[in-house]
């Protein structure tokens, strides 16, 4: 028994001293080698086709930064609505398996369709702008997390499953105790997936119609073919991203840190 | 041997249970004709081979498997059909302590108090109360995989405690561990159920297990049938290591003997 106790204690200890956060030294290091490579890259090539970092750095003091945060609320939005909807859904397909046996081939079917696809059909079908937005995003994200949560609660260990039973715990006690917090790392994967889905295909739809946001800057840009301005927006749109998967990453280090 | 009945007096009467092969449908019969009864606060371990079906009895006893034939009561109700009724007084320790990752030890000891609607400061305080008895005050705020096999399984053994279950139940919960381990937490068990008044079924395939509860044992033979209903404590020490042999012959011959078996009603 004393052996147990201090392995275990040594095990406590060692997890509690582990550092909290790690420099990212490797990324910085290959995102600088690659910011300079682009640098001299752009003093050989035309500036409309490379352009330097000066040029780019000009133009993104020049953006609508107002726009960004406009396609962010989009995403977000969207994205909630989305994971309500998919989890809602997931669960009465895991409640009832005449649901699922229905339901599956149709979100398989929607997840078929191309995002452009999409896209044409919220053009056709809606007329404001904002619903047409928040109509393409949900309807490729919102399958998206129907089929990780789903996977994930049919996958929940029978062994756990058994044990819980064994105590006669109501239908939702096995949902609250057990199912839902087995399902919630593939729900935090699920959530950097769509995030970046959401992040490219709202530029996408905000190509079509909108007069704000990323996706209508982008248009713009490429309508004055100023070149520098695109990738200021790209720029942007790759530390929107980065910052967003880093902010879920260290939610889902806090939320599972139960995991070895 | 008969005893005293209780609500945790088990009854079992010409139990059968037969599987179907997926694909082929090929009947398997796992459990064949059981009957015996274990009186309350009696101390039983099932004995067998690998496939003999004793996983399977736990699992009727449990309720989460209905018998094919015959009938499983436990105190006068069958754990499969009136279910709900053993709320809060059953409770199984299995082969892998089966913790929920996500909590720690002391979440996953008060775990059932939780499913019980007991208060919150219930739950800790008896949640803690069990750890402490089984020597992991310390560690209540370690989740699992930061615990030991043997602490873990402890963990285990408290979240079934707690709720001072009529029945307690393991199923090979002690295989896995070294030989050291298995031993201090099976007198743990036996002590505290002991204690407690627990009646309490030990499912396992070590014969050494079996006979150190010190109880009765139910020697099960393929396919799930009595082979022999031995209470050791009538046997004097100086002659268990016969009878170790008895039984292992048993094992082997998958056969009974009348000297071990008494007839069905004088068991009841």
Not at chain 1, 173 to 193: C, D, E, R
Not at chain 2, 30 to 55: E, P, Y
Not at chain 2, 203 to 229: K, N
Request: proline share 5%.
């Amino acid at each position: 028994m004393k052996k147990d106790e201090a392995i275990a204690s040594e095990t406590v200890e060692a997890l509690e001293a582990r550092t909290p956060f790690r420099f990212p030294r490797e990324m910085l290091v290959g995102l600088l080698g690659l910011a300079a490579a682009w640098q001299i890259l752009s003093l050989f090539v035309p500036p409309f086709i490379v352009p330097g970092w000066e040029r780019i750095g000009k133009s993104l003091l020049t953006l609508p930064l107002d726009f960004v945060l406009i396609t962010l609320a989009r995403v977000a939005v969207a994205l909630v609505v989305s994971f309500a909807l998919g989890l809602g859904l997931a669960m009465m397909m895991y409640a009832s398996t005449a649901a699922e046996r229905y339901g599956r081939p149709l979100v398989r079917l929607l997840m078929a369709v191309p995002v452009v696809c999409w896209i044409l059909f919220a053009v056709l079908w809606f007329k404001w702008v904002e619903f047409r937005i928040a109509f393409v995003l949900v309807v490729v994200c919102a399958p998206v997390f129907l089929v990780d949560i789903l996977d994930a609660m049919r996958g929940v260990s029978r062994d756990l499953r058994d044990m819980l039973r064994s105590f006669r715990p109501t239908r939702a006690q096995v949902f609250t105790k057990l199912v839902l917090p087995a399902t919630l790392p593939a729900m935090l994967t699920s959530w950097k997936i769509n995030l970046s889905l959401a992040i490219r295909v709202v530029t996408i739809a905000e190509l079509v119609g909108a007069v704000t946001g990323i996706g209508y800057g982008l248009v713009v840009a490429q309508e004055l073919f100023s070149v520098a301005e695109v990738f200021a927006w790209t720029l942007i749109l790759v530390v929107l991203l980065f910052a967003a998967e880093a902010v879920l990453t260290r939610v889902e280090e806090r939320l599972l840190r139960w995991r070895v | 041997m008969a005893g005293v009945k209780g609500p945790g007096t088990i009854e079992v009467t010409g139990l059968r249970k037969v599987f179907h092969q997926t694909g082929t449908g090929e009947p398997v019969v796992a459990l064949d004709r059981l009957d015996f009864t274990v009186a309350q606060g009696d101390m039983v371990a099932i004995v067998g081979q690998t496939g003999c079906g004793k996983s399977t009895f736990l699992n009727i006893l449990i309720g989460l498997d209905r018998p094919t034939e015959g009938r499983v009561t436990v105190g006068g109700r069958t754990p499969y059909d009136d279910f709900d009724d053993f709320r809060g007084s059953l409770a199984a320790v299995f082969q892998q302590d089966r913790l929920l990752p996500w909590r720690t030890a002391i979440d996953n000891v008060r775990l059932p108090l939780e499913l019980l609607g007991h208060q919150p400061d219930e739950q800790l305080l008896r949640a803690r109360a069990w750890l402490e008895r089984l020597g992991l005050a310390r560690f209540e705020r370690a989740y699992p995989h930061e615990l030991s096999g043997g602490m873990r399984q402890r963990v285990a053994l408290a979240r079934a405690f707690v709720i001072e279950p009529t029945l307690l139940l393991a199923d090979e919960a002690f295989g896995h561990l070294d030989e050291v381990t298995a031993a201090a937490l099976r007198q743990t068990f036996v002590e505290l159920a002991k204690t407690e008044g627990n009646t309490a079924i030990l499912v396992t395939h070590q014969l050494e297990e079996a006979i150190d509860m010190g109880g009765r044992v139910l020697v099960f033979g393929r396919p799930g049938r009595l082979l022999a209903d031995i209470d050791v404590r009538a046997w004097p020490a100086t002659t268990v290591a016969g009878l170790r042999a008895e039984i292992q012959r048993m094992l082997q011959d998958n056969t009974g003997d009348a000297r071990f078996t008494p007839p069905a009603k004088e068991r009841a």
